[in-house]
């Protein structure tokens, strides 16, 4: 949660960036929009806040026009929570488990390719041995 340091209620314009400049004060730049040439805007002074700022705080000028801060979220800072413990007991273990699925699937696969037919390949090879030009094979 944000915690406002100064009241200065400012208006808020499109288009432009509202921000805490060095000095504390609330100030504004022209946004970058399409790509295009950038603007040659000097950042306005807007409001004089004073602000002095504290190490490890972000701020920012808030959604009221009001200069607010905010703990800032450091690298390393946070808790990690332990892993949360079985309630319930294991059903079954995972061998038998497998076993009934793989009986399963002989079953359903129970149909066997037909062989290919050794006496068409044989004629085959029979014909281009006699007439010397290789021909297409035909299957009967």
């Known amino acids: 949660m944000a915690t406002k340091v ?26 970058a929009r399409g790509g295009g040439k950038p603007s040659r805007v000097k950042p306005q002074l807007v409001a004089k806040a004073g602000v002095k700022r504290e190490q490890g705080f972000l701020y920012f000028v808030d959604k009221d026009g009001d200069v607010a801060r905010t703990k800032m979220a450091q690298a390393g800072t946070r808790k990690r929570k332990a892993p949360a413990r079985r309630k319930t007991a294991r059903r079954t273990p995972a061998r038998k488990r497998t076993a009934q699925k793989k009986t399963a699937r002989k079953k359903a696969t129970g149909r066997k390719k037909a062989a290919p037919k050794k006496t068409a390949r044989k ?15 035909t299957r009967r």
């Open 123 to 137: 004629k085959a090879s029979a014909r281009r041995k006699s007439t010397g030009t290789r021909k297409r094979a």
């Open 6 to 31: 100064a009241r200065t209620g400012v208006q808020r314009e499109k288009g432009w960036l509202y921000y805490l400049d060095k000095k504390g004060h609330v100030s504004r730049a022209k946004m």
